[in-house]
């Protein structure tokens, strides 16, 4: 979809739902008056922008703003997390526009697994009536660790009998549509970017809490990838805020019962529920592990946000959703106390928009970021 | 200096010291074969590029390999240090060609400093007998934090009296040169790529050991600056490992005697050198001393290097020059047994090859990086 500068005011109108004038579009971008006209008439031939209303400037005539055509292009996006499966189709703005998810089957049966992503795909495509010509691709969010160059996902610990599996290759070879992979984590913030609550933001971490924990990293509007695909891996940290932890942690104290004990991830998220319901109840042991799991969560992203010199943090994931609010009455006063954050610059701490979609909007996304945003190296064709 | 495919073209040259031919080079760039002719007939015209060898190919008539010319263009470093001033004129391949340091003023004589800076930068640029035409610009490395876009150093901790102090103003009226201001810690990575020990590695993390102590970051052959250009803060841990307590700490436990107590940053230096010759020498507190602070750090940075995905960590710095050999022996097991070393990738862990200069020769490559590395955002002044 067109060179440098084209993405350039595209990921400018983009940015600004509001619409932007041709007069302001090259003051943002630092292009030329002739620059921008001649790329804004390109894009409005092609259906990708249109001119949405007038903006009254006070003195001289008033300014044609511009607008993206969300419904000119879609893009499909498949997360596959340990505990359920999510598909969603978007428009070139990331909003979800049909949405289908379903438990994860267990026992590592890879190319049936492959078969029924596929089946759905096919269907929200069908169903959405969209010409299949406008979907531009296929995103995939994976738990890591990936191999991205490969396109593989590479023995995820929840996911037993998926390692080295070529997941991108089978999966573009079963839809027919072009496919990137990427880490969940690394998926999330890129939906935050497109879509969600960091559209603005050029320096921000996503903390992603679910069946396993991880971060999404953009520094310098740069989304972080890494040598293997792999940024945003937390360690021991990633280990003590999943789910698994926070549940066997509440039956070995006795908060929860036997019956809770984990033996699949799906089993993880109903002891969750129940822990949260305890505390809200007014359970204080109940509630001091998630207070623990908080302060666990407030110094991995007070460190993280420090080394990055981030503005933004935005939270989200299945276990997020269920405990937002009491999580955010300790991570948000630790933020605004940490040393750096009070020395330099504030940061806003955020839940995600997206609910349980955002990974899925994430690989959606990934697409849109890869055939919409200005990439460099696209300007090596010479 | 020109264009983004000619910026492209001027880093691949200078990535390969032993000369490319215009053949790799396209292969190298993507770039067609006639483009690449035509840029590097432009370089070779203007003297930043030559003709430097034959290359035999086997089959078909030898490639003439083409070079840097490295005495084409110049630029100063200078490194405000709590303990030392450094300044360094560096060529374009970021070889030092001259180089000056003197012991930091104390009492915070903010203007005094710059008038004594600026003399050591014009006695440095006379000496070299370069015509000034030639030197591109200043580059100034400071304690953090700084505030970037102004220019500032922002209350460093062991700098008393440098609050919020327009740096890069006054040292350029005071010079006459263009000048930038970035960390020491950002500093120091971008001097590692251009002219230390990992110009390969596109994802790397520098651990800075001195006076204070932090980290420079480059993901995805990025330099990581954040939203006010302090990226790479370590918290705690640049606390934890700063000289001072290394040394307060050998006096608390009397393993140093009172008369090492650390008034000023310059004293700790000595104090530190003493510590490390009594670990030398078998004196087991002191090794002691030695070893945690070698496990703190190697903590630090297997959580960074696992965070960001790096496959290069190189240290520097006053500190780690004193006990470079002892710490390794600790550290790079450390990473070698890392979960997520192990899982994915090697990383090569390096002691710069830079010494006492790295954050000096930084400042001076921040020069040569903007002047010459691809710089996206230059293409929009269309």
């Not at 991830?265 to 799991?293: F, T, V, Y």
Request: aromatic share 4%; proline share 5%; net charge negative.
């Amino acid at each position: 979809m067109g060179d440098f500068n084209e993405s350039v005011i595209l990921d400018a109108i983009r940015r600004h739902p509001a619409g932007l004038s041709r007069v302001e579009l090259a003051k943002a971008t630092g292009l030329s008056a002739q620059t921008v006209s001649n790329i804004t008439r390109r894009l409005i031939d092609q259906g990708v922008a249109r001119e949405s209303g007038k903006q009254n400037t006070g003195s001289g005539k008033p300014r044609t703003l511009l607008e993206i055509v969300p419904t000119c292009r879609y893009a499909v996006g498949v997360h596959l997390d340990p505990a359920v499966i999510t598909c969603v189709m978007v428009d070139l703005l990331g909003t979800v526009v049909g949405h289908r998810s379903r438990r994860t089957p267990s026992g590592g049966d890879t190319d049936g697994t492959v078969a029924d992503m596929a089946a759905s795909v096919h269907s929200l495509v069908a169903e959405s009536g969209v010409d299949a010509e406008r979907v531009l691709g296929l995103g995939i969010a994976a738990p890591g660790p990936i191999d991205a160059s490969a396109g593989w996902v590479v023995d995820p610990p929840e996911l037993p009998g998926w390692g080295r599996y070529p997941l991108r290759e089978r999966l573009s070879e079963a839809t027919g549509l072009p496919a990137l992979l990427d880490k969940d984590v690394t998926a999330s913030v890129v939906a935050e970017r497109w879509a969600g609550a960091a559209t603005e933001s050029r320096n921000l971490l996503f903390f992603y809490l679910g069946t396993g924990s991880g971060m999404g990293l953009v520094v310098d509007d740069t989304v972080l990838r890494g040598v293997s695909g792999n940024a945003g891996e937390v360690g021991g940290l990633g280990a003590a805020c999943s789910t698994r932890t926070l549940v066997d942690e509440a039956v070995a104290l006795g908060v929860l019962g036997g019956e809770y004990t984990v033996l699949d991830p799906a089993d993880a998220q109903r002891g969750l529920e129940r822990l949260a319901l305890l505390a809200a109840e007014g359970d204080a042991q109940a509630d001091g592990i998630i207070e623990r799991l908080a302060i666990r969560i407030g110094r991995g992203v007070c460190a993280a946000g420090t080394l990055l010199d981030v503005d933004t943090i935005v939270f989200g994931g299945p276990t997020w959703l269920v405990l937002a609010p009491r999580l955010l009455a300790t991570i948000e006063p630790m933020v605004a106390r940490s040393p750096f954050v009070r020395a330099t610059h504030p940061t806003a701490v955020l839940s995600t928009t997206l609910g349980e979609n955002v990974a899925a909007v994430g690989a959606a996304s990934l697409v849109l970021d890869q055939a919409l945003s200005a990439q460099p190296r696209s300007l090596l064709l010479g």
